[in-house]
């Protein structure tokens, strides 16, 4: 018996919904959802990810060889500039200053004995020459000569003497400098935020092809940046100086305020020279300086950034939603006294606009749109604040034809004013709060 008065019931639903059906298809009225043009105020951001870096770090490598015998540091320690960071046997290094310093002595106990000989050589030339111009007979102009070009020959070993002192002093700088750089101290006053050496550990000279091992970063942690990467097509609109919004995994719920200090000039992974392409993204780095870092920040954090590229003020908008696009060839325009037409080229087969709504009918109406906020368009020209418009669903708008009749779904909209329903990030923008906006 139950069973019986169940398909009763389930006959019947059937049977009242395929008249409905019967009855909307015979009016052939398209449900809709539908809005009123309001005026909001509305931000266009660009949206990317990536890392905190501190604005000033310096990668600490070696330019000699060696164990390391002190490493009195520890990461995360704060250090002051000039404090010893590492120390590297200077053994090898100070034998070599000491060679240097006796090369030295060397070369210049062979110049004093060089430079006693040329004075000996010129005194023999200048004798033999006095007594030749007396015109006596003591002196042949064989000897004359020959003392003559004997203390030419002394000068130039004097002089050869003297660039020899000269070598071994630069030598002897360049041990001096070499011993000097074992001892590895701060740049700058920071924090130790990487540390990748141990003491008695043996820290590498890097080459052009190998920069070798990175002993340690000092950081100033006082300024930190969030280093994001923006896609090719967002970065020309961003500007140096545009205000964002960085939010950090670290810490949730809050937003920090920042400004955009540098944007890439070359993609991050370079293109293939041999094929001019790049087989991944091509993207750009952009640097934003946060203006208030929090307590606690360390370099590596990941990080969301909104990059304000523009703001609007209490400007018409309409839901993106409703915008739409209409083949040129099927839409012809109906003349407004009272409104300008949005401008279109004729070279468009496309056009954009919306569905206005008229009584039961739909006309499309091209619109011209200018920014984008998170959930509506700015209307530049084409509609008037108050214009009822279709704003859903994405299947009723495809459906949707100019002249085509429809049933609204739901109550008669009211306008929007001064951003009311554009959530997100449609609402003003205040570039300068500070600290941190929206905990």
Known sequence: MKKAIIAVVVVGLLATMGFLATQRQGRGAVEVRVEAVGLRDLVDDVSATGHIEPKTHVDITTDVAGRIIELPVEEGQDVEEGDLLLQIDPALYRAGVDRAEAALAQAEANLAQQEATYQQSQRDADRLTALQARGTDFVTEAEVEQAVTSANVQKR??????????????SLDQERDRLGKTTIRAPMSGRITRLNVERGETAIVGTMNNPGTVLLTVADLSVMEAVIEVDETDVPDIAIGDSAYVEIDAFPNRRFVGRVTEIGNSSIVPLNP??????????????????????????????????????????????????????????????????????????????????????????FRPVEIGIAGENYFEVVSGIEAGTTVVSGSFQAIRELQDGSRIEIDG??????????????????????????DGR
């Open 411 to 436: 109550p008669a909209p009211e306008a929007a004013v001064n951003g009311d329903g554009s959530g997100g990030s449609d609402a003003a923008a205040d570039g300068s709060a500070d600290g941190e």
């Open 157 to 170: 070993l004097l002089e050869a003497s003297e660039h020899q002192v000269q070598q071994a002093d630069a």
């Open 274 to 363: 041999a094929t001019g392409s790049s087989n991944q993204a091509i993207d750009f780095e952009v640097r934003i300086e946060l203006r208030a870092p929090p307590e606690g920040i360390r370099p590596d954090l990941s990080a969301t950034a909104d990059v304000i590229t523009a703001t609007r003020d209490d400007v018409p908008s309409i839901p993106i939603t409703a915008l739409t696009l209409m083949d040129a060839d099927e839409y012809e325009e109906i003349p407004n006294e009272n409104l300008p037409s949005a401008p279109r080229s004729d070279a468009v087969r496309d056009i954009e606009g919306v569905f206005v709504v008229e009584g039961d009918v739909v006309r």
